[in-house]
């Protein structure tokens, strides 16, 4: 016989049993109360006898009195009960099923969901970029071409929105057109990633405690600062470059264009290794020593108190590059604007990295030079200069042509590739296979034999990338209602840097604190001593003050008579360069007007009755021999 009606199924992965319905009503209401006894009348320690004195026990009960069995009954009543143990109390344990834990509401699961996404995310596209970069470096080491990608920038767990940005501008200058709100937020956006006075303490304290190591572990090398720390465009977070400069080096800036040879650069290397294992291995105040080997092999730490990262290098003077720079920025007011952009950009989209095939900071400088420099009217303010970079590199064809700054000219790569005289030696004899005809060539105003894009293997992420930045660009000027129009390009930068700002500043407001306690401690000594008429205790006056003796001011006055001869030096070679170069160039343009008119005037012969077209040359050498 069939049921009348259909029996409900729960499906449900966590179903709730009627067992347990029953268990929570009956014992989970009352957990510690006493299990009901049963009332003894008849117990007697006869009645665990055997069966042999089962007779006798029933006469010794039938003899009693009811009054003596009354009484034992009550004896056997009146006894106290046992007391039971006292129950644990209960531990309520989270429900857990295939997908985690188990949620009560969908918005509780909604907003886990969300956390977890939020968590993971960050770390997602990390390893997104990782293998960006690593294809595009294993299509290079096989000299095949790669497709392109968007880059996105790198996230943070946390989120904030657009108009908290610290760059971000008031509700008055929004009302400005787009190309005004975007030059406003530039200049902004510069003012707040300069290091400020505490950044600013902090990074000059770890320069002199990184060179005074230095000076003590190699006493034969000078240290010198370079990079953006020494050119004045570093940000707060910028990487501290220090070059070990052998005391015998000449001051001759042509020299220092000739790359070390094999014999010098493995001695180099070997010397970083034992500078690494003696320095920095076992001392605590640096962190993650790595040898690398490059052109210029390095050592890259980063120092623990304030999460800066240093790179030391044996590398070649760089006194022409800071003349050029320097010059630049003279000449362009708004280039630290736009360059601060520009490498906030790639910084926070991975692709700042050389050794991972991105662009460092000399030739993104050098890139932002060379959109100014060949573009047929110059941008007169940071806002379009920002946008004719984007569209200058994301439209510029790295197949055919290569760049020049100084002078300012497209070149043919195939004809005029960028090579040492080694290199271009190897390339003809086999020994060293040509570049990919995707790569960058981009000739260093300060040494035409160094090629800038020659490690910049992403260079068609960069171009997809910053085509697509240029078109959102454009069209949230147009629209002109975002709060930031820079936040789609660097706003990621400031919950990524904002700890790490964080800790460098109270590591230099800490230095700040002990200065001046220590000043103060200096001045209590000396109004005490005055007051006694006594000389200031020695302890104090030795304690970690500036050095002011005849030997200290001999070697600074001996360095900076060596800095100038070195930038007069670096001018005159600089000056000689740009104008062989150009000299070259108006030959170069030369030959090839004779060509064209050449060619032309062949033409105009060959449409005259009668009249040949210009002889070929091969044809022309024939005749003079005939003659």
Same mark, same amino acid.
Not at 137 to 164: C, D, F, N
């Given at each position: 016989?069939?049921?009348?009606?259909?029996?409900?199924?729960?499906?449900?992965?966590?179903?709730?049993?009627?067992?347990?319905?029953?268990?929570?009503?009956?014992?989970?209401?009352?957990?510690?109360?006493?299990?009901?006894?049963?009332?003894?009348?008849?117990?007697?320690?006869?009645?665990?006898?055997?069966?042999?004195?089962?007779?006798?026990?029933?006469?010794? %009960?039938?003899?009693?009195?009811?009054?003596?069995?009354?009484?034992?009954?009550?004896?056997?009543?009146?006894? +106290?009960? %046992?007391?039971?143990?006292?129950?644990?109390?209960?531990?309520?344990?989270?429900?857990?099923?295939?997908?985690?834990?188990?949620?009560?509401?969908?918005?509780?699961?909604?907003?886990?969901?969300?956390?977890?996404?939020?968590?993971?995310?960050?770390?997602?596209?990390?390893?997104?970029?990782?293998?960006?970069?690593?294809?595009?470096?294993?299509?290079?080491?096989?000299?095949?071409?790669?497709?392109?990608?968007?880059?996105?920038?790198?996230?943070?767990?946390?989120?904030?929105?657009?108009?908290?940005?610290?760059?971000?501008?008031?509700?008055?200058?929004?009302?400005?057109?787009?190309?005004?709100?975007?030059?406003?937020?530039?200049?902004?956006?510069?003012?707040?990633?300069?290091?400020?006075?505490?950044?600013?303490?902090?990074?000059?304290?770890?320069? +002199?405690?990184?060179?005074?190591?230095?000076?003590?572990?190699?006493?034969?090398?000078?240290?010198?600062?370079?990079?953006?720390?020494?050119?004045?465009?570093?940000?707060?977070? =910028?990487?501290?470059?220090?070059?070990?400069?052998?005391?015998?080096?000449?001051?001759?800036?042509?020299?220092?264009?000739?790359?070390?040879?094999?014999?010098?650069?493995?001695?180099?290397?070997?010397?970083?290794?034992?500078?690494?294992?003696?320095?920095?291995?076992?001392?605590?105040?640096?962190?993650?020593?790595?040898?690398?080997?490059?052109?210029?092999?390095?050592?890259?730490?980063?120092?623990?108190? =304030?999460?800066?990262?240093?790179?030391?290098?044996?590398?070649?003077?760089?006194?022409?590059?800071?003349?050029?720079?320097?010059?630049?920025?003279?000449?362009?007011?708004?280039?630290?604007?736009?360059?601060?952009?520009?490498?906030?950009?790639?910084?926070?989209?991975?692709?700042?990295?050389?050794?991972?095939?991105?662009?460092?900071?000399?030739?993104?400088?050098?890139?932002?030079?060379?959109?100014?420099?060949?573009?047929?009217?110059?941008?007169?303010?940071?806002?379009?200069?920002?946008?004719?970079?984007?569209?200058?590199?994301?439209?510029?064809?790295?197949?055919?042509?290569?760049?020049?700054?100084?002078?300012?000219?497209?070149?043919?790569?195939?004809?005029?590739?960028?090579?040492?005289?080694?290199?271009?030696?190897?390339?003809?004899?086999?020994?060293?296979?040509?570049?990919?005809?995707?790569?960058?060539?981009?000739?260093?105003?300060?040494?035409?034999?160094?090629?800038?894009?020659?490690?910049?293997?992403?260079?068609?992420?960069?171009?997809?990338?910053?085509?697509?930045?240029?078109?959102?660009?454009?069209?949230?000027?147009?629209?002109?209602?975002?709060?930031?129009?820079?936040?789609?390009?660097?706003?990621?930068?400031?919950?990524?840097?904002?700890?790490?700002?964080?800790?460098?500043?109270?590591?230099?407001?800490?230095?700040?604190?002990?200065?001046?306690?220590?000043?103060?401690?200096?001045? +209590?000594?000396?109004?005490?001593?005055?007051?006694?008429?006594?000389?200031?205790?020695?302890?104090?006056?030795?304690?970690?003050?500036?050095?002011?003796?005849?030997?200290?001011?001999?070697?600074?006055? +001996?360095?900076?008579?060596?800095?100038?001869?070195?930038?007069?030096?670096?001018?005159?070679?600089?000056?000689?360069?740009?104008?062989?170069?150009?000299?070259?160039?108006? %030959?170069?343009?030369?030959?090839?007007?004779?060509?064209?008119?050449?060619?032309?005037?062949?033409?105009?012969?060959?449409?005259?009755?009668?009249?040949?077209?210009? %002889?070929?040359?091969?044809?022309?050498?024939?005749?003079?021999?005939?003659?």
């Amino acid at each position: 016989m069939q049921r009348s009606h259909t029996g409900l199924i729960c499906r449900a992965h966590d179903r709730f049993n009627p067992s347990i319905a029953l268990w929570q009503h009956f014992v989970q209401a009352n957990p510690s109360k006493p299990r009901d006894r049963r009332q003894l009348s008849t117990a007697t320690p006869a009645t665990q006898d055997d069966a042999t004195a089962h007779g006798k026990h029933a006469e010794s %009960e039938s003899s009693t009195s009811p009054e003596a069995r009354d009484a034992q009954r009550s004896q056997v009543e009146t006894r +106290e009960p %046992e007391k039971e143990p006292t129950a644990k109390p209960w531990k309520l344990r989270m429900m857990r099923t295939d997908k985690g834990p188990w949620l009560s509401s969908k918005v509780a699961v909604s907003t886990a969901k969300n956390k977890k996404l939020r968590r993971e995310a960050p770390r997602a596209l990390l390893k997104e970029h990782e293998k960006l970069l690593a294809a595009a470096r294993h299509a290079h080491s096989k000299l095949e071409s790669y497709k392109g990608v968007i880059v996105q920038p790198m996230m943070s767990e946390t989120s904030i929105k657009e108009s908290q940005l610290p760059w971000c501008l008031n509700e008055k200058d929004r009302a400005l057109p787009g190309v005004s709100r975007l030059r406003l937020e530039i200049t902004e956006f510069y003012n707040y990633t300069t290091p400020d006075h505490h950044e600013t303490l902090a990074r000059k304290h770890v320069v +002199e405690r990184v060179r005074n190591h230095l000076r003590e572990w190699l006493p034969d090398y000078k240290v010198e600062v370079f990079g953006s720390e020494r050119t004045g465009i570093g940000m707060p977070l =910028s990487d501290l470059d220090f070059r070990l400069v052998p005391k015998s080096e000449s001051l001759d800036p042509a020299q220092a264009r000739l790359p070390p040879s094999q014999t010098q650069r493995n001695k180099n290397i070997k010397m970083l290794q034992e500078l690494r294992y003696a320095g920095f291995r076992n001392n605590k105040e640096y962190l993650l020593p790595v040898v690398r080997h490059a052109r210029y092999p390095l050592i890259s730490a980063q120092d623990a108190q =304030s999460g800066l990262d240093i790179q030391i290098v044996l590398a070649n003077d760089t006194s022409i590059s800071r003349v050029i720079m320097q010059g630049y920025m003279d000449e362009i007011p708004y280039l630290r604007e736009l360059y601060c952009v520009v490498k906030t950009i790639f910084d926070t989209r991975g692709l700042s990295d050389v050794f991972r095939g991105g662009f460092g900071s000399y030739p993104l400088f050098m890139m932002v030079v060379a959109s100014l420099k060949h573009t047929p009217s110059p941008p007169g303010d940071s806002a379009r200069a920002l946008l004719n970079f984007l569209h200058f590199w994301g439209k510029f064809d790295t197949a055919k042509r290569g760049i020049s700054i100084e002078p300012a000219y497209f070149y043919d790569k195939a004809e005029h590739p960028v090579l040492t005289d080694v290199q271009r030696a190897k390339r003809e004899n086999g020994k060293i296979d040509p570049m990919p005809d995707y790569m960058l060539s981009l000739r260093d105003p300060a040494d035409e034999t160094n090629d800038l894009g020659r490690k910049g293997v992403a260079i068609k992420h960069v171009q997809v990338t910053l085509r697509d930045l240029h078109y959102q660009l454009v069209n949230d000027i147009k629209v002109n209602t975002r709060p930031s129009l820079l936040a789609p390009l660097v706003g990621n930068s400031y919950l990524l840097q904002l700890e790490r700002r964080r800790k460098l500043r109270e590591y230099g407001r800490d230095l700040k604190d002990k200065q001046a306690k220590m000043l103060s401690q200096k001045a +209590e000594a000396v109004r005490k001593a005055n007051q006694l008429g006594q000389s200031m205790p020695p302890q104090l006056v030795n304690e970690e003050a500036p050095k002011t003796n005849e030997e200290e001011t001999a070697l600074k006055k +001996e360095n900076e008579e060596e800095e100038e001869t070195k930038q007069r030096l670096a001018r005159e070679q600089m000056d000689r360069d740009w104008q062989r170069l150009t000299d070259e160039m108006n %030959e170069r343009l030369r030959k090839k007007a004779e060509k064209a008119s050449a060619l032309e005037h062949g033409d105009a012969m060959a449409t005259i009755p009668g009249m040949p077209a210009v %002889e070929e040359e091969s044809q022309a050498k024939e005749t003079t021999t005939t003659t």
